[in-house]
């Protein structure tokens, strides 16, 4: 999404993008209108940009930026322990891209679409996921 403004985000702990959705789906990674949240300690201060762009999050998988999901907004959620949080709240839809390798980071960044990776072809969405090593190795030689 070439002219949007995007988060990029590790998702620790998951495996593949199917893990992901999995989790998504649990009850505490929803918002109460059922739809998948990510809770995060920092508000972004580019929320009205992030939104009027219509921006996604970039999931970075085992090393790989593997999918996206759109952001539809984000809401303030207070933890039992009595902080503030931003609940990134995102559209239901796993959109896969290219993969693509990334280094760790801690956090989220934002991440301009012009440095994004493009779409996977819808028809190639039900293709056999790659693990997520190979799948970085391939990128990195420019094979897929």
Not at 73 to 100: K, Q, W
Request: proline fraction near 8%.
């Amino acid at each position: 999404m070439a002219g949007s403004l995007n988060i990029i985000k590790l998702s620790v702990g998951t495996e593949d993008v199917g893990d992901l959705a999995a989790w998504q789906s649990l009850p505490q990674a929803q918002t109460a209108d059922g739809l998948p949240r990510h809770i995060t300690r920092m508000w972004p201060k580019r929320e009205a940009e992030i939104l009027s762009s219509e921006g996604s999050v970039y999931w970075v998988i085992k090393g790989v930026i593997l999918c996206r999901q759109k952001l539809v907004r984000f809401d303030r959620v207070t933890g039992s322990d009595g902080i503030e949080r931003c609940a990134m709240v995102l559209e239901p839809e796993l959109i896969r891209v290219t993969p693509t390798p990334r280094r760790p980071f801690q956090g989220w960044r934002y991440f301009a679409g012009g440095d994004a990776p493009a779409d996977l072809d819808p028809k190639r969405a039900a293709d056999d996921a790659l693990p997520p090593k190979l799948s970085a190795a391939l990128a990195e030689f420019g094979v897929i």
